[in-house]
């Protein structure tokens, strides 16, 4: 069974397991943090930081609970969760982006989290983008209507399947979004001094983390510090930790990040499955940072001023919303290309579709996650 027929498959199974055993938030979130705990060594103070983000605004609990999101998407859209499916991203807002430099010293931009990818109907990546927009807008870290801001993504994501794709590298045919993304670039002295703040390791190193750090170090056993790090949203609780080395007359820092299967898993009664991290950077039409690795549970990433996520809040409020939203729809397509047989199930399905499907299961989703977070307010302040 090909991935475009098997993964509609597989989610209209877990449809009829969730509508016998749907849960409230916090039934779910008890559900989902017992089955986290069974697969990393949680760091618990991370667990309640991310709960009390949770309780702050609509935005931050959307960001921190991908797993409740994955358990009622597919209810709330049946239509949509029968869509022909890609290796997905899985959790996608607009917050998933960021910047880094390719292995030329360019600096690109686009998705740089892929802790929850999983096969998925392509759908699941558009809603929740388009979601995530319709959630800033209301915090007013957006100003672009819902309206717009799904015909920028869906123009962006249709138009990228077309051509095949292309990388955002911040060159001349991306030069509208450069200026943009340097403003919101870390200031180096404080960055540095932020991030060396951090508590020292104080057990050993785990193999794979100093593996490949030895790997992707320049020189020759370089001698490094490591640190704990707190960072993120959706994953806090998961371990983080950070090899900083003097060299050359500067810093340099490598993060490693324990990484689970998805919590679509979970979401769909499963115990066991696959990390897709590694082969979503692998397939996926990209440019990609030489200092990204997947491997046995662990990612390894660059740590520095000009190779980090770009938050909505942060961005000068003078920018053309619309061209950002399209060129994250373009930068779904770049990732969903890389499933290559779906690619044209897609564009059938695509144009089957009425005109405003996007915004209305965009709105249906807003209101579906603000109920939940509500509840998880009241209880939580």
């Known amino acids: 069974m090909s991935r475009s027929r098997r993964g509609s498959f597989e989610w209209k199974l877990c449809l009829r397991k969730r509508g016998l055993t749907l849960m409230n938030i916090f039934r779910a979130t008890t559900s989902f943090e017992r089955w986290l705990r069974t697969r990393i060594p949680v760091v618990e103070a991370d667990l309640k930081q991310k709960h009390e983000l949770m309780a702050a605004d609509e935005f931050r609990f959307f960001r921190g609970s991908f797993y409740r999101w994955a358990q009622l998407w597919p209810k709330n859209c049946p239509d949509l969760a029968a869509a022909p499916a890609v290796l997905a991203v899985g959790d996608l807002h607009v917050n998933s982006f960021g910047t880094w430099r390719d292995k030329i010293g360019r600096l690109v931009w686009g998705i740089d989290d892929f802790d929850e990818s999983y096969s998925l109907p392509y759908t699941n990546d558009l809603v929740r983008l388009a979601t995530s927009a319709r959630l800033a807008h209301s915090l007013d870290h957006l100003q672009i209507t819902i309206k717009d801001a799904c015909d920028a993504i869906l123009e962006g994501y249709t138009d990228s399947l077309k051509a095949g794709g292309t990388p955002l590298v911040l060159e001349d045919k991306n030069a509208w979004f450069t200026s943009i993304a340097l403003s919101r670039l870390d200031d180096p002295p404080s960055f540095w001094k932020k991030l060396e703040s951090n508590a020292a390791l104080r057990h050993p190193v785990p193999a794979t983390p100093k593996k490949l750090w030895k790997e992707l170090f320049p020189g020759h056993n370089l001698r490094y ?14 371990p983080r930790i950070v090899a900083i080395a003097d060299w050359e007359g500067g810093k340099i820092a490598l993060e490693a990040k324990l990484l689970t299967p998805s919590a679509c898993i979970w979401a769909g009664g499963g115990n066991t499955g696959a990390i897709h991290y590694q082969q979503i950077l692998r397939d996926a039409v990209r440019c990609r940072d030489p200092y990204v690795r997947a491997s046995d549970s662990w990612r390894i990433s660059r740590l520095a001023p000009d190779s980090s996520p770009v938050d909505i809040e942060t961005l000068p409020k003078k920018r053309d919303e619309d061209h950002m939203l399209n060129a994250m729809g373009w930068e779904a397509a770049n990732v969903h290309l890389g499933s290559k047989r779906s690619v044209r199930f897609i564009q059938g399905d ?31 302040m």
Do not use: C, F, P, Y
């Not at 510090?225 to 998961?238: D, E, P, Q, Y």
């Not at 299961?361 to 209101?367: I, K, P, V």
């Open 350 to 380: 695509l144009r089957k579709r009425r005109r405003n499907w996007l915004r209305s299961a965009a709105e249906e989703m807003a209101q579906v996650v603000s109920k939940d977070w509500k509840k998880w307010r009241a209880q939580k």
């Open 225 to 238: 510090r490591v640190i704990k790090r707190t960072a993120g949203t959706g994953s806090l609780g998961h």
